[in-house]
């Protein structure tokens, strides 16, 4: 059987697939076991039978209209052949001509475009001479009678346009050379170059040694016309050189006298002139270079006058050195001894007359004063250097400043940080200023700061008239501090002023850590010295009180460490604040150190060494101050706080029921809410008596820190309280103690309400004891969690509810 198979596309025998159709899951006669398999097996071939016959009878029917669509096919066919042969005639007939047409018209375009692009090149080669030709030719006019040398440097430059090779060319030198001018174009122009330069170089100078600004200015902007604007800086550099010399020098003539020299800051008013005089020549000059020679020129005017900065700059500083005699003033500071701070440190010795030194003014204090106070350095003459040195090398700093931004690449943008040029960075001034400004400044400051924090302990004083005795007034107002304190704070933020008034880093880099080292090492061991030998409050006696003097004399320094510690907070914050004014979506203002240190990093290294001085002390500060707090608590508060609470609970019985306590105070004639109240009145007079006088006396961070170790103290006290008197104590009882310690937590805590967190454990123990039994089962009993936050565990709850459990 043949049919057109539905997935083929001729006739052929029908394939196995469309055959057997789909496949089947029907029993095989192959595996027929029985009859009933055999009957299965045979049904379901009829089936298959019965689903090919139909699929075959549609194929049949579809045949006619299969064969019907070939011949419409094959029709279809027959005419497209004869349109292709049709439309290959009209191609090879009457295209074939118009293609060779277009292609001949293209060529001959191509041809007429090189043509005149061939024109146009030779209509420009021709101006370009005939340009040259007057320009040569109006060179040589305007060099003859007329004199117009600018007319005449104008026909150079407009020379200097045309391109080279066309000056050098053969049609050059063939048309522009005429009678009056026979030379090559090339050779008239460099002739004319050369004539010229010397011409205006002479005329230059000339006006230069007359004073002629005008003139100076009208021959320095022709140097560039001509091509030899080199030439033209060079002696414009030279020219302006002259009249910085001459300033630097008039002014070292102002104050001939030596006395006007050595007073006042003569030199360091000079350096000024010298860099406001360079600046206005740069800011006041700048733009006529720029305009006439070019962008970025006036670097070149910059370099001839850091040279002459560097001479003129040197002489003034070589001069402020030798009158003011600075080597010797810094052999002089490097040897100094400072024997009063290294006889500090050392272990206390008795004197010639056998009697220990204390806090004497001076080691030879007393009726035999020292003759020579600062041991041959006069502290006021190395002030005024350091003064003198400071305003100088601020100066410096905004001379350097402001060459930056000039000498700053036109591509760069505004707000990028600066960098020192080379033209600075490599000059002699530079050198000069770090080895006789820099370093001397550096010594002499670090000697100044030490030697100040000496005097200052040398002259201090302790605060008179206080006493720990509630009914006496006191002498003078809070903080009571000693006289170092206030003198080194004042030093330390002159110091530090005066540091960043330099505007140098290298200042910064070695004066703000000596600051740090000086503070940590001389300023908090002189304090600690006097808190170890000179006001540790320890008893005279065994088991007796310290001495009144030494307590105070320790609280005193206690202050004084925590007064000092927020001192140099607020000085440095100060320096460090940011300003407040800040615009909603604006980006932040510069930090105000950022004007006087602009270059790279620089600010922020500042900002990185105060931070570290701020946080170097006060880690030094606090960790004495914690120790003197400890010594405090120990030696003063503890051991006159357990007479305290001996006299508080004297003769105190919680094992009493209501009637009992009622019958007692009925024999004593005693009031039973007055028997009540007793507790509480008693630990309020004996506190009162033994915390006001210290309160009065420390400033209020140490006295809360005071509080705070007090605190923890008698709450572990009255823990110990609860759990010896809860054992033998009534519910009655158990009452009266929930009562009276709450009383006591209250005279703790008045005017500080944190302190009751410290007491939590103590009035958590009294309220489990407290609750009734129906209050405990209620809320969960052990369990209790909702609506406190427990500071007793689960097991010093249980125990502390067994404490009354027989009642």
């Keep these: 059987m043949y049919s057109l198979c539905s997935h083929l596309r001729s006739p052929r025998r029908i394939c196995g697939s469309c055959y057997s159709g789909a496949p089947s899951n029907g029993p095989s006669i192959h595996d027929a076991a029985s009859l009933d398999d055999v009957r299965a097996t045979l049904a379901a071939l009829h089936t298959r039978e019965s689903a090919v016959t139909s699929r075959l009878n549609a194929l049949l029917s579809s045949q006619a209209d299969l064969s019907r669509e070939l011949g419409r096919l094959d029709l279809l066919r027959a005419n497209l052949g004869t349109q292709v042969i049709a439309t290959r005639s009209i191609s090879n007939g009457m295209l074939s001509s118009a293609a060779e047409t277009a292609g001949r018209l293209s060529n001959r375009v191509k041809e007429l475009d090189l043509e005149k692009d061939r024109v146009q090149q030779t209509l420009r080669v021709v101006e370009q001479v005939a340009e040259l030709k007057a320009c040569v030719h109006g060179v040589v006019g305007s060099m003859g009678a007329p004199q117009d040398w600018e007319a005449a440097a104008g026909y150079i430059s407009r020379a200097s346009k045309v391109p080279e090779q066309i000056v050098q060319g053969g049609f050059a030198s063939s048309m522009v050379p005429s009678v009056e001018v026979p030379d090559a174009p090339w050779i008239t122009l460099e002739n004319a170059k050369e004539s010229l330069c010397g011409l205006f170089l002479r005329e230059f100078e000339k006006a230069a040694s007359e004073g002629d600004g005008a003139k100076v200015t009208r021959f320095f902007k022709l140097f560039p016309l001509i091509g030899r604007g080199d030439v033209g800086l060079d002696v414009y550099g030279r020219y302006v050189c002259q009249g910085v010399a001459g300033t630097a020098r008039a002014t070292l003539k102002e104050m001939p006298g030596s006395s006007d020299r050595k007073d006042g800051f003569f030199y ?129 700093a905004l001379y350097s400043r402001f060459l930056a931004g000039k000498c700053r690449s036109p591509a760069a943008a505004q707000d990028d940080t600066l960098s020192i040029p080379d033209v600075l960075s490599k000059s002699n001034l530079h050198r000069k200023v770090a080895g006789k400004l820099t370093t001397p400044y550096n010594v002499m400051s670090t000697f100044f700061f030490r030697r100040s924090v000496e005097k200052a302990f040398q002259m201090d004083e302790s605060p008179s008239g206080l006493t720990l005795n509630p009914n006496k007034p006191l002498d003078g107002n809070a903080p009571f501090i000693i006289s170092a304190v206030d003198d080194v704070m004042y030093i330390v933020s002159a110091v530090i002023q005066r540091c960043l008034a330099t505007a140098q880093r290298d200042v910064v880099a070695s004066v703000i850590p000596t600051i740090g080292r000086v503070l940590g090492s001389d300023f908090i061991g002189m304090v600690q010295r006097k808190m170890r030998d000179e006001s540790y409050p320890r008893p005279v006696v065994q088991g007796g009180f310290p001495p009144e003097d030494k307590i105070i004399s320790f609280i005193v320094l206690i202050n004084s460490l925590d007064i000092s510690n927020d001192y140099l907070s607020r000085i440095i914050d100060a320096r460090l604040e940011q300003p407040s004014e800040q615009t909603n979506g604006a980006e932040s203002a510069p930090h105000p150190l950022a004007a006087s240190f602009p270059f790279e990093q620089d600010v922020k290294f500042v900002i990185s060494s105060l931070s570290n001085l701020k946080s170097t002390f006060s880690s030094k500060a606090s960790e004495l101050l914690s120790d003197g707090l400890l010594v405090l608590f120990n030696n003063v508060v503890k051991p006159r706080l357990r007479p305290v609470l001996s006299e508080t609970f004297r003769d105190v019985d919680y094992g009493l029921t209501e009637d009992e306590l009622a019958e007692i105070a009925q024999q ?112 969960g009993g052990e369990d209790v969690e909702d609506g406190i936050e427990w500071v007793l565990s689960e097991d010093e709850r249980r125990r502390a509810r067994n404490l009354i459990k027989d009642y």
């Design 268 to 396: 360091a008013n000079s350096l000024t002139k010298l860099f406001e005089h360079i600046a206005q020549i740069v800011e006041g000059h700048g733009g006529l270079v720029e305009r006439h020679y070019g962008e970025g020129k006036m670097v070149k005017v910059v370099e001839k006058l850091q040279m002459e900065a560097d001479i003129q700059g040197g002489i003034i500083l070589d001069t402020w050195s030798d009158e003011r005699t600075v080597d010797r003033r810094l052999t002089d500071v490097k040897s100094y001894p400072f024997s009063f701070l290294v006889q500090s440190f050392l272990p206390a010795q008795r004197g010639i007359g056998g009697t220990p030194r204390t806090s004497s003014p001076a080691p030879g204090g007393g009726a035999n004063p020292r003759t020579s106070e600062d041991e041959g350095v006069d502290m006021k003459e190395i002030d005024g250097l350091l003064n003198e040195i400071s305003v100088m090398l601020g100066r410096w």
């Design 668 to 779: 004593n004639d005693d009031d039973e809410d007055a028997l009540l109240d007793q507790v509480q009145r008693r630990f309020e007079h004996g506190w009162d008596l033994l915390m006001k006088p210290i309160a009065r006396l420390m400033t209020p961070k140490t006295f809360n820190l005071v509080m705070d170790s007090t605190a923890k103290y008698l709450a572990q006290a009255l823990e110990k309280r609860v759990q010896s008197y809860g054992s033998r104590a009534t519910p009655y009882g158990a009452i009266r103690m929930e009562r009276d310690f709450s009383g006591i937590i209250s005279v703790v805590s008045r005017g500080n309400y944190s302190v009751r967190e410290l007491f939590a454990r103590v009035s958590q123990t009294l309220m489990i004891i407290n609750m009734e039994e129906e209050e405990w089962e209620e809320l």
